[in-house]
């Protein structure tokens, strides 16, 4: 029995050593972000905290100019700062933090717009064949290419419509995508990016410095806006502004 609970400890602490020693080879806004998804693996509202965090980070780069003058990516490091401050605002004792996460206020999808588009495609274009059998790619080099440079996938096919949908792995500008797709082959008919049911509330964020923001919810009801501001400083420190 001692041999059998010593092997049992023995693992434990390579385990624990193995854990420890890939902590310390992560950056500190690494660790913290692995930290805040692995404390709410289960909860659903993640994803959505993600992709409010690329919406806002997209917003920032654009920082009033058209998204078509902002590259397809969106900057990883913006994402992962703004996903970890509002993670603190939904884990703060703040009651006014509880509160707002308790509503279920997310970003809109639009202007910034990150989800899947619909390519449409001429009758007489052919390097969509594959695709009728099922195929992830195209018969088209350069199509392929662009696929797997921006970690595209391809689905719902129609073939009576030569259409198909596409979707990034990681959030992208999908405005900016969509215009550098419809410039690739002529092929390639139009892009549509789906109409959307506009929702009763957002959020807004403002940078300060480094990895502290000023993030707002925001709720609308009857024309009026009710706002609620909270300051998130690198260090997770959550206050309250006001609304």
Known sequence: ?????????????????????????????????????????????????????AR???????????????????????????????????????????????MGIHTKAKPYYIGDIQISCTSETTWTEPLIIGATAT????IN???????????DYDKEENSFEVSARSPLNMSKLALYLSELDKGIQYIIIPEIIETDHDIKAKHVEGN?????????????????????????HVSYLGK
């Open 1 to 53: 029995m001692y041999t059998k609970y010593s092997r049992h400890i023995a693992l434990l602490a390579i385990l624990l050593s193995t854990l420890l020693y890939s902590f310390s080879s992560i950056k500190a806004q690494d660790l913290e972000l692995h930290m805040a998804t692995t404390m709410h693996i289960i909860d659903p509202t993640i994803n959505e905290y993600k992709k409010d965090a």
């Open 56 to 102: 806002l980070a997209l917003s920032h780069v654009a920082s009033g100019r058209s998204l078509l003058d902002v590259d397809v990516r969106i900057p990883k490091d913006i994402q992962d700062s703004l996903f970890i401050a509002l993670m603190h605002i939904h884990d703060s004792s703040n009651p006014y933090a509880q509160k707002v996460t308790s």
């Open 139 to 142: 018969s088209s080099e350069k």
């Open 145 to 155: 290419e662009q696929l797997n440079e921006y970690e595209l996938e391809i689905a």
């Open 212 to 236: 502290t923001w000023i993030i707002t919810f925001q709720k609308f009801s009857d024309k009026k806006k009710k706002e609620w501001s909270f300051k998130v400083d690198g260090a997770g």
